[in-house]
């Protein structure tokens, strides 16, 4: 079993669709959530941070689920510009103590269209 | 700030050339550096993790014979793909973690260099 998994998509969505991704993680140990966006061909990019308590940034909602072991990202009004590749990230301290690590997911693929 | 750069951008070569990456902080102190691959349609895969001054981390499964880590200063670590291959062509990220005005956890990536093996 993956460490991250999540849908590869794509998801394809009108301009101003409301869309979620799902993501779930096997390491319970882990400690740290985000969502990164990918470009093509680019690196990729910290979209947030996800907390317990559910964090909200602009039309970007996330949510996490420790008991689960879920994480979700919500977008609303989405904009062409939202096209891209969205990693599920998750870190945890690295076993010896060597501080620490991010797994990514394979990434759900956006395309937002007119 | 909080800005990480590599070099080159890209790159092709002949089979069994070798081939260096540059991976810079530009206005931060990295303490750890770690190098990522990531083939077409998958994930990062984290290489190895590099502490400044010490011998890098190798994940299971990554030849450390094969890709040199070189972390000899604060905001400077190399990646040298020795006698490259086809299938080492790649696009590889490194990132960076260090006192950058926020968490120490926090990694900040560079651009990549996509390599392509002839």
């Known amino acids: 079993r993956k460490e991250v998994e999540q849908d590869p998509g794509p998801f394809n969505v009108p301009e101003g669709a409301t869309v979620a991704f799902n993501c779930t993680y096997s390491?319970?140990?882990?400690?740290?959530f985000f969502w990164y966006r990918q470009d093509c061909r680019k690196e990729p990019k910290l979209l947030m941070s996800?907390?317990?308590s559910g964090n909200e940034d602009g039309r970007f909602t996330a949510q996490l689920n420790r008991a689960s072991q879920y994480i979700s990202l919500l977008i609303r009004d989405s904009k062409l510009s939202d096209s891209a590749t969205y990693l599920c990230?998750?870190?945890?301290?690295?076993?010896?103590?060597?501080?620490?690590?991010?797994?990514f997911g394979t990434g759900t693929q956006l395309k937002v269209e007119l | 700030g909080a800005v990480v750069s590599q070099h080159p951008s890209w790159v092709i070569c002949k089979s069994g050339t070798s081939v260096k990456i540059e991976c810079r902080s530009l206005?931060?102190?990295?303490?750890?550096m770690f190098w990522y691959r990531q083939f077409p349609k998958q994930s990062l895969m984290l290489m190895a993790t590099?502490?400044?001054?010490?011998?890098?981390?190798?994940e299971q499964g990554v030849e450390k014979d094969k890709f040199l880590i070189n972390h000899a200063s604060l905001t400077l670590s190399t990646l040298t793909v020795t006698s490259a291959h086809p299938e080492d062509s790649s696009f590889y990220i490194c990132?960076?973690?260090?006192?950058?005005?926020?968490?120490?956890?926090?990694?900040?990536f560079g651009p990549g260099t996509r390599l392509t093996v002839l």
């Open positions: 990132s960076a973690s260090g006192l950058a005005g926020g968490s120490t956890d926090t990694q900040y």
């Open positions: 390491n319970s140990a882990s400690q740290s």
């Open positions: 996800v907390y317990s």
């Open positions: 990230v998750v870190n945890r301290r690295g076993i010896t103590g060597g501080g620490n690590k991010l797994t």
């Open positions: 206005d931060f102190q990295a303490t750890t």
């Open positions: 590099s502490n400044e001054g010490s011998k890098a981390t190798y």
